[in-house]
T-cell receptor
Framework: GAVVSQHPSRVICKSGTSVKIECRSL??????MFWYRQFPKKSLMLMAT?????????EQGVEKDKFLINHASLTLSTLTVTSAHPEDSSFYIC?????????????FGPGTRLTVL | AQTVTQSQPEMSVQEAETVTLSCTYD???????LFWYKQPPSRQMILVIR??????QNATENRFSVNFQKAAKSFSLKISDSQLGDTAMYFC????????????FGAGTRLTVKP
Protein backbone atom coordinates (compact mmCIF):
# COMPACT_ATOMS: atom_id res chain seq x y z
CA GLY A 1 0.00 0.00 0.00
CA ALA A 2 0.93 3.67 -0.24
CA VAL A 3 2.67 5.07 2.83
CA VAL A 4 3.30 8.68 3.77
CA SER A 5 5.70 9.59 6.55
CA GLN A 6 6.25 12.83 8.41
CA HIS A 7 9.24 14.01 10.38
CA PRO A 8 9.43 15.02 13.12
CA SER A 9 6.39 13.66 14.90
CA ARG A 10 6.76 16.27 17.63
CA VAL A 11 8.73 19.48 17.85
CA ILE A 12 9.01 22.15 20.50
CA CYS A 13 10.65 25.41 19.61
CA LYS A 14 11.13 28.89 20.97
CA SER A 15 9.17 31.82 19.68
CA GLY A 16 10.91 33.48 16.75
CA THR A 17 12.67 30.41 15.45
CA SER A 18 11.87 28.47 12.28
CA VAL A 19 10.79 24.87 12.10
CA LYS A 20 10.88 22.52 9.12
CA ILE A 21 8.48 19.59 8.75
CA GLU A 22 9.08 16.91 6.13
CA CYS A 23 6.47 14.87 4.31
CA ARG A 24 7.64 11.86 2.31
CA SER A 25 5.84 9.40 0.07
CA LEU A 26 7.71 6.18 0.79
CA UNK A 27 6.65 3.85 -1.99
CA UNK A 28 5.13 6.05 -4.63
CA UNK A 29 5.75 9.32 -6.38
CA UNK A 30 3.60 12.32 -5.61
CA UNK A 31 3.61 15.33 -7.89
CA UNK A 32 1.15 16.92 -5.50
CA MET A 33 0.97 16.90 -1.74
CA PHE A 34 -1.38 18.72 0.59
CA TRP A 35 -0.72 20.36 3.92
CA TYR A 36 -3.43 20.57 6.54
CA ARG A 37 -3.60 22.16 9.96
CA GLN A 38 -5.69 20.77 12.77
CA PHE A 39 -6.44 22.55 16.03
CA PRO A 40 -7.43 20.49 19.08
CA LYS A 41 -10.81 18.83 18.65
CA LYS A 42 -11.26 20.56 15.31
CA SER A 43 -11.29 19.51 11.70
CA LEU A 44 -8.50 19.47 9.15
CA MET A 45 -8.14 22.77 7.35
CA LEU A 46 -6.34 22.81 4.03
CA MET A 47 -3.41 25.23 4.14
CA ALA A 48 -1.77 24.73 0.77
CA THR A 49 -1.18 22.48 -2.18
CA UNK A 50 2.44 21.57 -2.78
CA UNK A 51 3.39 21.06 -6.43
CA UNK A 52 6.60 19.36 -7.48
CA UNK A 53 8.82 21.72 -9.41
CA UNK A 54 6.57 24.75 -9.07
CA UNK A 55 5.18 27.15 -6.50
CA UNK A 56 2.73 26.03 -3.91
CA UNK A 57 -0.87 27.16 -3.99
CA UNK A 58 -2.07 28.65 -0.72
CA GLU A 59 -5.61 28.80 0.63
CA GLN A 60 -7.11 32.16 1.36
CA GLY A 61 -5.91 33.54 4.66
CA VAL A 62 -2.73 31.43 4.81
CA GLU A 63 0.43 33.55 4.78
CA LYS A 64 2.80 32.17 2.17
CA ASP A 65 5.77 33.98 3.69
CA LYS A 66 4.96 32.47 7.05
CA PHE A 67 4.47 28.92 5.83
CA LEU A 68 7.10 28.16 3.22
CA ILE A 69 6.54 25.07 1.12
CA ASN A 70 9.14 23.37 -1.02
CA HIS A 71 8.40 20.31 -3.16
CA ALA A 72 11.86 19.61 -4.50
CA SER A 73 11.37 15.98 -5.50
CA LEU A 74 8.61 13.54 -6.37
CA THR A 75 8.73 12.05 -2.88
CA LEU A 76 9.40 14.98 -0.58
CA SER A 77 7.57 18.14 0.41
CA THR A 78 8.66 20.38 3.27
CA LEU A 79 6.73 22.92 5.28
CA THR A 80 8.77 25.54 7.09
CA VAL A 81 7.08 27.62 9.73
CA THR A 82 9.12 30.81 9.82
CA SER A 83 9.45 33.02 12.89
CA ALA A 84 7.13 30.76 14.79
CA HIS A 85 4.84 32.17 17.46
CA PRO A 86 2.65 30.44 20.06
CA GLU A 87 -0.42 30.83 17.85
CA ASP A 88 1.31 28.62 15.26
CA SER A 89 1.17 25.74 17.72
CA SER A 90 -0.96 23.09 16.08
CA PHE A 91 -1.05 19.64 14.52
CA TYR A 92 0.15 19.64 10.91
CA ILE A 93 -0.80 16.79 8.58
CA CYS A 94 0.28 16.14 5.01
CA UNK A 95 -1.37 13.93 2.44
CA UNK A 96 -0.62 12.70 -1.05
CA UNK A 97 -2.75 11.09 -3.73
CA UNK A 98 -1.44 7.82 -5.09
CA UNK A 99 -2.13 6.49 -8.54
CA UNK A 100 -1.16 3.08 -7.27
CA UNK A 101 -4.61 2.92 -5.78
CA UNK A 102 -7.81 3.39 -7.71
CA UNK A 103 -10.35 5.91 -6.61
CA UNK A 104 -7.94 8.78 -6.19
CA UNK A 105 -7.55 7.96 -2.56
CA UNK A 106 -5.27 10.18 -0.55
CA UNK A 107 -2.85 8.88 2.00
CA PHE A 108 -2.15 10.80 5.14
CA GLY A 109 1.01 11.17 7.13
CA PRO A 110 0.89 10.56 10.88
CA GLY A 111 1.10 14.28 11.60
CA THR A 112 3.49 16.61 13.37
CA ARG A 113 2.66 18.29 16.65
CA LEU A 114 4.26 21.72 16.84
CA THR A 115 4.49 23.54 20.12
CA VAL A 116 5.89 27.05 20.15
CA LEU A 117 6.92 28.36 23.54
CA ALA B 1 -16.61 26.05 -3.31
CA GLN B 2 -17.54 22.82 -1.63
CA THR B 3 -18.71 22.67 1.97
CA VAL B 4 -19.18 19.65 4.16
CA THR B 5 -21.42 19.74 7.21
CA GLN B 6 -21.50 17.32 10.11
CA SER B 7 -24.21 18.41 12.47
CA GLN B 8 -23.45 15.97 15.31
CA PRO B 9 -20.41 17.09 17.32
CA GLU B 10 -20.65 14.09 19.64
CA MET B 11 -22.44 10.78 19.68
CA SER B 12 -22.34 7.69 21.81
CA VAL B 13 -23.50 4.13 21.31
CA GLN B 14 -23.55 0.96 23.33
CA GLU B 15 -21.20 -1.79 22.29
CA ALA B 16 -22.78 -4.11 19.69
CA GLU B 17 -25.44 -1.56 18.79
CA THR B 18 -25.78 0.39 15.56
CA VAL B 19 -25.11 4.09 15.11
CA THR B 20 -25.51 6.46 12.18
CA LEU B 21 -23.39 9.55 11.64
CA SER B 22 -24.76 12.30 9.42
CA CYS B 23 -23.05 14.31 6.71
CA THR B 24 -24.36 16.74 4.12
CA TYR B 25 -22.41 18.60 1.50
CA ASP B 26 -22.86 21.33 -1.01
CA UNK B 27 -21.31 21.32 -4.47
CA UNK B 28 -22.02 22.21 -8.06
CA UNK B 29 -19.78 19.38 -9.25
CA UNK B 30 -21.28 16.26 -10.76
CA UNK B 31 -18.27 13.97 -10.51
CA UNK B 32 -16.75 13.57 -7.10
CA UNK B 33 -15.87 11.21 -4.28
CA LEU B 34 -17.08 11.14 -0.73
CA PHE B 35 -15.17 9.62 2.15
CA TRP B 36 -15.47 8.81 5.80
CA TYR B 37 -12.22 8.94 7.75
CA LYS B 38 -11.60 7.79 11.28
CA GLN B 39 -9.11 9.59 13.50
CA PRO B 40 -8.31 7.70 16.70
CA PRO B 41 -6.33 9.28 19.56
CA SER B 42 -3.11 8.59 17.64
CA ARG B 43 -4.34 11.28 15.18
CA GLN B 44 -3.54 9.04 12.17
CA MET B 45 -6.24 9.44 9.53
CA ILE B 46 -7.69 6.07 8.54
CA LEU B 47 -9.96 5.60 5.56
CA VAL B 48 -13.20 3.91 6.58
CA ILE B 49 -15.19 3.93 3.37
CA ARG B 50 -15.33 5.64 -0.02
CA UNK B 51 -18.22 6.39 -2.35
CA UNK B 52 -18.01 7.44 -5.98
CA UNK B 53 -20.77 9.87 -6.84
CA UNK B 54 -21.58 8.27 -10.17
CA UNK B 55 -22.31 4.95 -8.49
CA UNK B 56 -25.83 4.61 -7.20
CA GLN B 57 -25.08 1.59 -5.09
CA ASN B 58 -24.18 2.41 -1.52
CA ALA B 59 -20.66 1.42 -0.51
CA THR B 60 -20.14 -1.15 2.25
CA GLU B 61 -17.04 -2.30 4.09
CA ASN B 62 -17.75 -5.03 6.62
CA ARG B 63 -19.58 -3.34 9.52
CA PHE B 64 -19.52 0.06 7.82
CA SER B 65 -22.01 1.18 5.21
CA VAL B 66 -23.20 4.45 3.79
CA ASN B 67 -26.52 5.89 2.74
CA PHE B 68 -25.67 8.07 -0.23
CA GLN B 69 -28.47 10.34 -1.41
CA LYS B 70 -27.01 12.34 -4.29
CA ALA B 71 -30.03 14.53 -4.95
CA ALA B 72 -30.25 15.43 -1.28
CA LYS B 73 -26.45 15.73 -1.03
CA SER B 74 -26.43 13.50 1.99
CA PHE B 75 -23.84 10.88 2.91
CA SER B 76 -24.42 9.17 6.25
CA LEU B 77 -22.29 6.45 7.80
CA LYS B 78 -23.81 3.47 9.57
CA ILE B 79 -21.68 1.45 11.94
CA SER B 80 -23.16 -1.90 12.84
CA ASP B 81 -22.17 -4.06 15.80
CA SER B 82 -20.18 -1.19 17.29
CA GLN B 83 -16.91 -2.12 18.93
CA LEU B 84 -14.88 -0.32 21.58
CA GLY B 85 -12.17 0.23 18.97
CA ASP B 86 -14.58 2.30 16.91
CA THR B 87 -14.25 5.11 19.46
CA ALA B 88 -12.69 7.99 17.51
CA MET B 89 -13.35 11.19 15.62
CA TYR B 90 -15.06 10.60 12.31
CA PHE B 91 -14.69 13.03 9.45
CA CYS B 92 -16.76 13.20 6.30
CA UNK B 93 -14.79 14.45 3.29
CA UNK B 94 -15.45 15.59 -0.27
CA UNK B 95 -13.06 15.45 -3.20
CA UNK B 96 -13.63 16.40 -6.81
CA UNK B 97 -12.99 13.63 -9.30
CA UNK B 98 -9.68 13.84 -11.09
CA UNK B 99 -6.04 13.68 -10.23
CA UNK B 100 -4.38 15.67 -7.51
CA UNK B 101 -7.46 17.25 -6.02
CA UNK B 102 -7.60 18.31 -2.41
CA UNK B 103 -10.12 17.11 0.17
CA UNK B 104 -12.57 19.21 2.15
CA PHE B 105 -13.55 17.96 5.55
CA GLY B 106 -16.53 18.34 7.80
CA ALA B 107 -16.14 19.46 11.40
CA GLY B 108 -16.13 15.90 12.65
CA THR B 109 -18.21 13.76 15.00
CA ARG B 110 -16.70 12.37 18.16
CA LEU B 111 -18.05 8.85 18.61
CA THR B 112 -17.80 7.03 21.91
CA VAL B 113 -18.64 3.35 22.11
CA LYS B 114 -19.64 2.41 25.64
CA PRO B 115 -19.11 -1.06 27.08
Amino acid sequence: GAVVSQHPSRVICKSGTSVKIECRSLDFQATTMFWYRQFPKKSLMLMATSNEGSKATYEQGVEKDKFLINHASLTLSTLTVTSAHPEDSSFYICSAPSRLVTGNEQFFGPGTRLTVL
Amino acid sequence: AQTVTQSQPEMSVQEAETVTLSCTYDTSENNYYLFWYKQPPSRQMILVIRQEAYKQQNATENRFSVNFQKAAKSFSLKISDSQLGDTAMYFCAFMKRGNNNDMRFGAGTRLTVKP
